[in-house]
C-alpha cells in the first residue's frame, strides 16, 4: 500500500471539498497492538489493510467511515455494541453469493443463530453501510484479502464486493477508487459551478498542485483550531 500517495489524494480532496463531513479519526495502532490482536485471534491480518492502519489511522476518513480493528465484531461503527459472534480463527467458507434460504423453518433457533454468527467466521468488519449491513474483510479462508459486503439485514445475502472492473477487491483498491470517484465528482462540481468572472486557468493550477500550499489556511480557517479531527489530519498531511 503507497501511504503517501493516499496522502495526496486526501489532500487533494479536502482541498476540492473543505467542507465535507469526514467523520472521525482513531489514532494509527502500534506494531505491538497488531501483533497482539494476530497473536490473539491467531491470525495474520491482510498486508495492505495491516499496513493502513499502523501508518495511517485505525478507523475514520474513508467509505461509510473506516472502523477500528477493536470493532471488528462490533454491530455498530461508531459505539462498540453486542458481538455476533464470529471467531477469527475458523475460516470464512464462502467462494460465491450466499442467499438466505427460508424452506427450513422448522429449524432449531440455536442451529439457527449458530449458523448466522458462523457463516461469517473469519472475517472483520471495516464499515456500516446502513440499516445493519455491512462491508468485511476476510482475514482467514480461501478469500482472504477479498472484501465481502453482508447485507442480511436487507436483502438476505452475504456477496463478493467487486471493483470498477466487476472483479474481487481488496482493501487498498477499495480505498483508493473511493477517493478517485469523491475526487473526481467535486473537480466536475467545482467545474459546474466556477463563476464567470474567475481565472479559469489559475484556478485549475491551484487544483492540480501537490502542496496545495494557496489553499491550506483557507481550509483550516473554517475549522476550529481546537477540533481535534482536523488538527490530525493536519499533522498527517502535513497541510
Not at 505491538?32 to 489493510?49: G, M, R, S
Not at 476476510?138 to 466487476?166: F, H, M
Request: charged share 30%; net charge negative.
Amino acid at each position: 500500500m503507497n501511504i503517501e500517495q493516499i496522502k495526496d489524494k486526501l489532500r487533494k480532496l479536502i482541498h476540492l471539498n473543505p467542507e465535507g463531513e469526514y467523520g472521525y479519526i482513531k489514532d494509527a495502532l502500534t506494531e505491538d497492538e497488531v501483533l497482539e490482536f494476530e497473536e490473539k485471534h491467531n491470525i495474520k491480518l491482510p498486508e495492505d489493510y495491516r499496513i493502513f492502519i499502523t501508518n495511517m489511522f485505525n478507523g475514520g476518513v474513508g467509505p461509510e467511515q473506516i472502523m477500528p480493528l477493536d470493532f471488528w465484531d462490533s454491530v455498530h461503527n461508531t459505539v462498540y455494541l453486542d458481538s455476533l459472534g464470529n471467531k477469527l480463527n475458523e475460516p470464512f467458507l464462502l467462494i460465491s453469493e450466499w442467499k438466505e434460504n427460508y424452506d427450513n423453518d422448522d429449524d432449531d433457533d440455536d442451529d439457527e443463530n449458530y449458523e448466522y454468527n458462523s457463516i461469517i467466521n473469519g472475517t472483520i468488519r471495516v464499515c456500516h453501510i446502513g440499516c445493519g449491513n455491512f462491508i468485511f474483510l476476510v482475514v482467514n479462508g480461501a478469500e482472504y484479502g477479498n472484501l465481502w459486503i453482508d447485507d442480511r439485514a436487507s436483502n438476505d445475502e452475504i456477496v463478493p464486493l467487486n471493483g470498477k472492473l466487476n472483479n474481487r477487491i481488496n482493501f487498498e483498491t477499495w480505498y483508493n477508487e473511493w477517493l478517485d470517484k469523491e475526487i473526481e465528482y467535486y473537480e466536475n462540481l467545482s467545474l459546474i459551478s466556477k463563476p464567470k468572472n474567475l481565472d479559469t486557468e489559475k484556478i485549475e493550477d491551484i487544483i492540480v498542485q501537490d502542496t496545495y500550499s494557496d489553499v491550506k489556511n483557507d481550509i483550516m480557517l473554517q475549522h476550529t483550531e481546537n477540533n481535534s479531527f482536523w488538527t490530525k489530519l493536519k499533522e498527517w498531511l502535513k497541510i
